[in-house]
Every structure is written in C-alpha cells, then in structure tokens.
C-alpha cells in the first residue's frame, strides 16, 4: 500500500495535455471515460479549461512529485441538463477523476485521493453542502474507493442526454470533518 500523506494536486497546465492524452487513451481509463477523437481534439477541449474562472476545474493528482491521474471538480448547478437529471437542490459540487499511471492503481489511493481533494479544494468553498460523485454501476472498484472516502448512493438513473446510467453518490461536507 502506498502512503496516502504524498499526495496532491495541482492545476492542469498546457505542458499535461501530453500526458493526459496518453492516460485517455489508456485501456483502464477508456473503460469508463470516453476516449478523445484525437491528440488535436483533447487540446481543444482542455485549451479552454485551462486558467479559466469557469467549470469545470481541472487538475493533476501528484504521488510524490509524479503525477499519477486527473480530477475535476464544478458547481452542479452550472451544468443546467445535469442538475435538472439528478435534482439534487442544495449547492453541490461534482467531481470526476481517475488513476492514470497504472502504477498507481489497486493501492488504495482512491479514498485518500478523494477525501483530501474534498478537503483541499471543493469543500474549502464553505457554501458548498455537499458533494457528488458518479461512477457507472458497473464501476465497482470506483464506488468502493468512494465508499472509503465516505460517499454513499444516493440513487442510480439513467441520464438521457449523456446516454448513461449512473450511481451517484454524495458525501456532504459536515460528513468529511
């Protein structure tokens, strides 16, 4: 098992694009994320992302001084179409992330990776009640590693504009303390 103390986060840079790309098309990754069109297509779609004030707010999870896979975090309401689906009414925050390195998976980082990223980033907006996370079903080893973390399922439905069925989960912020 690897030490959960030497992780952490930093801001997406132009420089990662490389690498995220390289981890997109990854076959672990592309299991549950769609893999970009192309190197071009990932660029665009993270060019604008990039130093924005806008969600959502990318960044690089780091073991050590390695960066090892990506998160993300956005206010629920900002995404219109999927705070209408989910209906979830207090001000929530999701996040989506994934392991890149294989390295670096089936060690139990997911968890501490995600409590501490709750801690460091999503919940230090004060406003923020809670937190949501939503793995495919099928996803088992996310949602143990969110249930370590302190999710639990809130509901499993089908999202019909994004054309998935998701267990969300929310873990809200008095929760983490």
């Not at 997406?12 to 071009?40: E, G, K, N």
């Not at 009414?89 to 990223?117: C, K, N, S, T």
Request: net charge negative; charged share 20%.
């Amino acid at each position: 098992m690897l030490d959960p103390s030497k992780i952490s986060f930093r801001p997406l840079q132009r420089a990662d694009l490389p690498l995220l790309y390289t981890w997109r098309i990854a076959a672990h990754v592309r299991q549950w994320w769609d893999a970009p069109a192309s190197y071009d297509a990932l660029v665009e779609q993270f060019t604008a992302r990039l130093n924005s004030k806008e969600p959502p707010f990318p960044f690089l999870i780091v073991y050590e001084q390695t960066p090892i896979g990506y998160i993300q975090s956005f206010p629920i309401q900002s995404w219109r179409e999927y705070h209408t689906a989910i209906q979830v009414e207090e001000e929530a925050a999701g996040v989506d992330m994934f392991i890149g390195d294989q390295r670096y998976l089936h060690h139990g980082l997911g968890g501490p990776i995600l409590r501490q990223f709750l801690q460091e980033i999503v919940f230090s907006d004060e406003t923020v009640v809670s937190c949501i996370i939503g793995p495919e079903p099928e996803n088992t080893i996310a949602i143990k590693a969110y249930e370590k973390a302190g999710f639990r399922h809130l509901k499993t439905m089908h999202i019909p504009f994004l054309g998935e069925t998701y267990y969300l989960m929310r873990l809200a912020q008095s929760e983490l303390r």
